[in-house]
């Protein structure tokens, strides 16, 4: 598993890193007249009013303005400022604090740390607690055993390379189209968009970095959990659920980690489960209005009737 964990995330890497420089460089190509013609008209026409008098800036300012333009414009034109600083940085910061953390957390647990090994050392655990569960006296039960632990573990093992790969899409996705963003925050009107951009990029970095994390706690409890069941000479029922309860705890972390990484980077992303709470609003909501107005009509009916019967204007057989 460890192999194939490895050969997934660096094919998800070079294949970003290949997608990010070319939609890079086709956007920065496509713009680079429309850009630099802007830049050099903007600053013309404010050099012109400022010398009639008709615009008042101060220095400070100016020289603010002067250096986010002239940083936009070699981000914008220079894909090996723009790799080494940002692209960089996102895509390996992240991913590096995650693997010291793991590092320092399991370094006690297996020799050769880093976040694949670690799922793969999840993953094997895993197995050879299920494979302890096989063992125990009975027909059914242990194989059921068995299946439940090895599904358990295997569930939160998936999420989380899932999360990571999502992370990592996620920040090639953006970064991509960063040159556009750039642009954007050159003027006020669009300042803000490049702002919420930005937090989207951490957003995504925040959720490989929580997944590492969880990694964390899961591997030094799932180890403890499994050396329980390898310390008794039968198999206990007892310490399978503390194992399979283990992993249920994990999974639900794991659910929240998106939540938690959009609300740090005060993101507007709308996440899976939050996806599932907006849903179930809006049917709420919607159910409560349909019952509300079912309530209206009935309450209409039921006047009106009450003021024919009290005209005498229905008629008796």
Known sequence: MEQT?????????????????????????????FVRNLIILSFTLFGIFMMLGYVQYPASAFFKKLFLTITVYLLFFNWPIFEFYIYNFFTNAFDDLGGKLVNIATLSLFSDASVVNSISEIFATGVEAATRATEADGWVMPYISAGIIFLSVSVCCIFSVALICISKIGIAVLLAIAPIFFLFSLFSLTHGMTSAWLKQVFNFGFISLFTYLVLVFFVTTLAISVNRLSTHDTFSYTNMSSLIVVCFVTFIVLLQVPQVASGLASGAQLTTVGAIGAARETAAKYSGSAARGAGGLASKGYNKFKNRSSSNTIKRD
Not at 9 to 14: A, G, H, R
Not at 16 to 25: F, I, K, P, T
Request: proline share 0%.
């Open 5 to 33: 964990l490895t050969d997934l995330i660096d094919i998800i890497d070079s294949t970003s890193m290949s997608m990010v420089s070319l939609v890079y460089g086709y956007l920065a190509i496509t713009f680079m007249s």
